[in-house]
């Protein structure tokens, strides 16, 4: 298992993603790895960084449902997934700020482990607008080449995403 903490990758054994699952707030996530037709891929601004689509799984939903959801809540892009046996998995470890929890006695601070299942799509080249209450300014299809080259400078869960979706596509 790849695990990314803060700007470090790290490869760990499948048990101790088992402890961290027992010791943190466990989240679900999923997104897309969106392709159109003539082989360009979409990529999303968020917060000033190179980013894909995203988010939180929604209770009674899968994760490929939840990857469509988000997908095109986030940069208005009309999906199709793309059939494959197994999504891409990435895990980030971070500590949630009080900001975060609500009620009369929040924690400081709280260990959380997001999975996030990454499928990939097909989508007709489309203008993106993106959902600006997720701090998304914008939207662009590149070139796979390019995609891979902004995502090495990005989140370090993209850079590990990036890598391993290269690998299996050998571009």
Known sequence: MILSYKYHTFNLPLWTLRLLKRHTVYVRAAGGIVTAPDGTMLLIQRNGRWDLAKGKVEPGETLLQAALREVQEETA???????????????????????????????????????????????????????????????????????????????????????????????
């Open 77 to 171: 892009v009309k999906v199709d997934p793309t059939h494959s046996p197994a999504p891409i998995k990435t895990y980030h470890l971070f500590r949630a700020p009080r900001a975060w929890y609500s009620g009369p006695n929040p924690p400081a601070h709280r260990w959380h482990l997001k999975q996030t299942s990454w499928f990939p799509m097909t989508a007709e080249k489309q203008p993106v607008n993106p959902q600006q209450e997720e701090g998304i300014t914008g939207g662009q299809w590149v070139t796979p080449s390019e995609w891979h080259r902004r995502l090495q400078t990005s989140y370090g869960t993209l850079r590990t995403l990036s890598s391993q979706y290269q690998k299996l596509h050998n571009q």
